[in-house]
Nanobody, 122 residues
Framework: VQLQAYGGGLVQAGGSLRLSCVAS????????MGWFRQSPGKEREFVVS????????KTAESVNGRFTASRDNAKNTVYLQMNSLKPEDTAVYYC????????????????WGQGTKVTVSS
């Protein structure tokens, strides 16, 4: 599966942004999907994962209550809705996929898209 993320940009603190990730050359419904992010000088970190049917999610503590993942398998697209953004959310965001187990296995992601940059100004 090939992944392409969209939707990054510049937003003020407290604002919202929605990222999209479109899958091609594969059927999205067979994959657990995830979002990760990487800030300058930091390691890539897990943000959220979502099960194949879209009913189960696992969310990092740092974004819990602010970020929500959803998916539309008919459109082969996964979304990350980001609300109440903070300057520390500034990062390059990546979508990823795996088909090696349940949604809560965050270290099983094998397929990665290119990142989309999110900048939150204070």
């Amino acid at each position: 599966v090939q992944l392409q993320a969209y939707g990054g940009g510049l937003v003020q603190a407290g604002g919202s942004l929605r990222l999209s990730c479109v899958a091609s050359e594969g059927t999205l419904s067979t994959y657990v999907m995830g979002w990760f992010r990487q800030s300058p000088g930091k390691e890539r970190e897990f943000v959220v994962s979502i099960g194949r049917g879209g009913y189960s999610t696992k969310t990092a503590e740092s974004v819990n209550g602010r970020f929500t993942a959803s998916r539309d398998n008919a459109k082969n697209t996964v979304y990350l809705q980001m609300n109440s953004l903070k300057p520390e959310d500034t990062a390059v965001y990546y979508c990823a996929a795996h088909d090696r187990g349940p949604y809560y296995l965050t270290d099983h992601f094998d397929f990665w898209g290119q990142g989309t940059k999110v900048t939150v100004s204070s």
